[in-house]
């Protein structure tokens, strides 16, 4: 906990930055940690306004956003900072440990910029896909936080290595329910903040440095992007994964245990298939059990599946 000075420090660096100005490479890990937390805010509130986030993370109401969600945020955000402080003053550099604790600390970009990009594009994939949500909880959104930062650190890498080291981390997710169809969707979310906010080279940047274009920004990520699609559609192409939403939808309805369940059910038979992961208990096994699948629902969802197995390729 905090001292009351030190609560001070970090609710005023953290009002520091809602405006969302700093840019170029950060070495310091409480403001790292106050970029984040801020840009979490702007995903949860659908906003970039200054006053707006100050209300947020001041406790008062958002028009439209959920205020329990918000207080956790910030709450979460505090905590961050408060061990970046911490850092800060004895030495330690940036890493994913700053705002993802449960990380074991590995290379995140330290770019302001990116480092939001990478934060909107993790929250947005989270938001997008709400299986992320039921399943992993606060947990899974740090983690796609961090893992969403690391992976725009690949982006200098020749597209081999890159492309070994996104692999690499599929078979990770693969193998704890995450089919790698949600890395290769996170990937394209990535690309695209990415461009979004770096344009085409012109000049210097804010710090006399040469301006990067966004084909360099993004460098090796469409690729690796790519690689994933490819290696999936050999087994599932797109037309099955769309057919086995529909077969979802048509079983079972608002019934699934989640939006896009038989997406889900396709991405782990391709995992499976293409060697990612040896099978697709993981994923199968949750949505399944009894807690949140009736025994009818978990037999349609089966025979979905065997549906699928017959179909790929």
């Not at 986030?53 to 959920?66: I, K, M, S, W, Y």
């Not at 936080?145 to 725009?152: E, G, P, Q, Y």
Request: no cysteine; hydrophobic share 45%.
């Amino acid at each position: 906990m905090t001292t009351t000075a030190g609560a001070d420090d970090v609710h005023e660096l953290l009002l520091s930055h809602v405006d969302r100005a700093t840019v170029g490479a950060l070495d310091d890990p409480a403001v790292v940690a106050a970029v984040v937390a801020v840009e979490r805010l702007v995903v949860a509130t659908g906003s970039t306004n200054p006053e707006l986030l100050r209300d947020a993370l001041e406790g008062r109401p958002v028009t439209g956003a959920d205020a329990n969600h918000l207080a956790e945020l910030v709450e979460e955000g505090r905590g961050h900072v408060s061990a970046g402080l911490i850092r800060r003053a004895s030495g330690q550099a940036v890493d994913a440990g700053v705002v993802n604790p449960a990380s074991g600390g590995y290379e995140i970009t330290t770019d302001a910029t990116l480092l939001r990009a990478a934060v909107r594009a993790a929250q947005g994939s989270i938001d997008a896909m709400p299986y992320y949500g039921a399943r992993y909880g606060a947990r899974g959104s740090r983690f796609a936080t961090t893992d969403s930062a690391w992976l725009i650190s690949l982006a200098p890498l020749e597209p081999e290595r890159a492309v070994h080291q996104v692999e690499w981390l599929a078979r990770v997710l693969a193998a704890r329910g995450m089919p790698s169809w949600l890395l290769e969707i996170h990937l394209g979310a990535l690309v695209t903040e990415v461009r979004s906010v770096v344009g085409p080279a012109a000049g210097t940047d804010p710090e006399g440095e040469p301006a990067a274009d966004d084909a360099e920004a993004v460098g090796s990520l469409p690729a690796a992007a790519l690689a994933l699609a490819t290696t999936r559609r050999q087994h599932v192409d797109d037309d099955l994964m769309r057919t086995a939403e529909r077969w979802v939808d048509e079983a079972l309805g608002a019934a699934q245990p989640v939006p896009r369940t038989g997406a889900l059910l396709a991405a782990a038979v391709a995992d499976t298939s293409a060697g990612v992961t040896r099978d697709d208990g993981s994923l199968v096994d949750w949505l399944t059990d009894p807690s949140r699948a009736s025994d009818t629902v978990a037999r349609e969802l089966r025979e979905v599946r065997r549906r699928i197995l017959a179909a790929a390729l």
